[in-house]
């Protein structure tokens, strides 16, 4: 089966400037998580969608960041304006169940 | 609050020698626990999972892990070292449907 496909893989923009991410999950899973992974540190979450709606977005800075999963399906992740300690990888997961998390390869983001 | 310790940032084994990776967490209840791999530009791939049962549970790739209630611990071991094996590993810890909380991670290198 196909895995979790996320677009682009590298971003790079000045600070100011606004960004978006995008995902698109496995097949049939209804769970899918952001998480933003800091050079030298484990990934951290962002967001988590079950279907269409939010269940935990405790750690996202909604300031600046917003994210949304139309549908069910795809999901995007935008940060406007981005500043420089957004510089980080974003990773996309999917589950089928809850359990077990599925990455995408993610989107390495430069803010200069 | 859930946490995650791995104590060593960086670990160099020969190529044919063992490994042990170490893990330590923190959490109310009984964890989900997680040992996953990434490549350099890759995201993350499971190697295995402990949910419940046997506390000794078998990956991927030949490694294995120990999930130790009395040292909040679930380290990361493998009998004979690959090349390949070379990539940065993580712990992680969560509950049924939610986050996944993240060590910062141990980077192996490999010798030859």
């Known amino acids: 089966e196909a895995g979790v496909a996320q677009s682009p893989r590298y971003k790079i923009i000045e600070k100011r400037q606004s960004v978006a991410f995008w995902c698109n999950p496995i097949s049939g899973h209804a769970t899918l998580y952001w998480y933003q992974q800091i050079l030298g540190q484990g990934p951290k979450l962002l967001i988590q969608f079950q279907n269409n709606g939010v269940v935990d977005d405790s750690q996202l800075p909604k300031d600046r960041f917003s994210a949304e999963r139309l549908k069910g399906v795809d999901s995007t992740l935008k940060i406007q304006p981005a500043k420089l300690e957004d510089s980080a990888v974003y990773l996309c997961a999917s589950s089928p169940t809850g359990s077990i998390q599925y990455f995408g390869a993610g989107t390495r983001l430069s803010v200069l | ?112």
């Open chain 2, 1 to 112: 609050a859930q946490s995650v310790t791995q104590p060593d940032i960086h670990i160099t084994v020969s190529e044919g020698a063992s490994l042990e990776l170490r893990c330590n967490y923190s959490y109310g209840a009984t964890p989900y626990l997680f040992w996953y791999v990434q490549s350099p530009g890759q995201g993350l791939q499971l190697l295995l999972k402990y949910f419940s049962g046997d506390t000794l549970v078998q990956g991927i790739k030949g490694f294995e892990a120990e999930f130790k209630r009395s040292q909040s611990s679930f380290n990361l071991r493998k009998p004979s070292v690959h090349w390949s094996d070379a990539a940065e590993y993580f712990c992680a810890v969560g509950e049924y449907g939610n986050k996944l909380v993240f060590g910062a991670g141990t980077i192996l290198r490999v010798k030859s």
